[in-house]
């Protein structure tokens, strides 16, 4: 992805259906790396498809990953699925 590969010179922002990643700087630049927020699951699979590596990025505080970990290997439930009680029981 750099000037004179054939992509335009459009800023490409949130759309998954476009598989192109730019970086703006006042001109076109190669990606190397996606930095992505998980809320956007596809881009990780649009970067993967033109070869560029990804690492997401979460942007709640880490007592919230903690929370969503603990859920997803079972040791809490959510309140709202299943009547338990979760952090403080």
């Not at 730019?22 to 033109?50: F, Q, S």
């Not at 990025?57 to 290997?73: E, G, H, I, K, S």
Request: a positive charge; hydrophobic letters at 45%.
């Amino acid at each position: 992805m750099v000037v004179g590969s054939g992509l335009k010179d459009d800023l490409v922002f949130g759309d998954p259906n476009v598989p192109q990643f730019v970086l703006w700087e006042g001109k076109l630049r190669l990606v190397r790396m996606l930095v992505y927020d998980p809320h956007l699951p596809w881009a990780r699979h649009v970067a993967h498809a033109r070869g560029v590596q990804t690492t997401d990025f979460f942007a709640q505080p880490c007592t919230v990953d903690v929370f969503y970990r603990d859920v997803l290997v079972g040791r809490v439930g959510l309140p709202a699925i299943n009547g338990t009680r979760s952090v403080g029981s």
